[in-house]
Nanobody, 123 residues
Framework: QVQLVESGGGLVQAGGSLRLSCAVS????????VAWFRQAPGKGREFVSG????????NVADSVKGRFTISRDSAKNTVYLQMSRLKLEDTAAYYC????????????????WGQGTQITVSS
């Protein structure tokens, strides 16, 4: 069983930066993939970025490539999403998710989800 707790959401102006944190509690981190997804009102859940816990290799969606960076701190059992040059269209609820088989973009491959944290980008 994996538990995930997100933090760091809030209101930010367009062009600004924000860092999300996802505290991960797991019996084992072997084979674990952790990803960020987001969901805007009236839209489906969208993959943002994922990371392979052991190797630190990341996947990044084209929509945020060059602006968002995912990382993990093994000592703190935490995954971060550093977001910069935020746009109005980045406004969404952001969710952290864990998978025992992937760090890719399919939401149905993730078995554990956090409660989400809201990001609102204002003009």
């Amino acid at each position: 069983q994996v538990q995930l707790v997100e933090s760091g959401g809030g209101l930010v102006q367009a062009g600004g930066s924000l860092r999300l944190s996802c505290a991960v509690s797991a019996r084992t981190f072997s084979g674990l993939g952790v990803a960020w997804f987001r969901q805007a009102p009236g839209k489906g859940r969208e993959f943002v970025s994922g990371i392979d816990w052991r190797r630190g290799i990341a996947n990044v969606a084209d929509s945020v490539k060059g602006r968002f960076t995912i990382s993990r701190d093994s000592a703190k059992n935490t995954v971060y999403l550093q977001m910069s040059r935020l746009k109005l269209e980045d406004t969404a609820a952001y969710y952290c998710a864990a998978s025992s088989s992937t760090f890719g973009g399919r939401a149905d491959e993730y078995h554990s989800w956090g409660q989400g944290t809201q990001i609102t980008v204002s003009s």
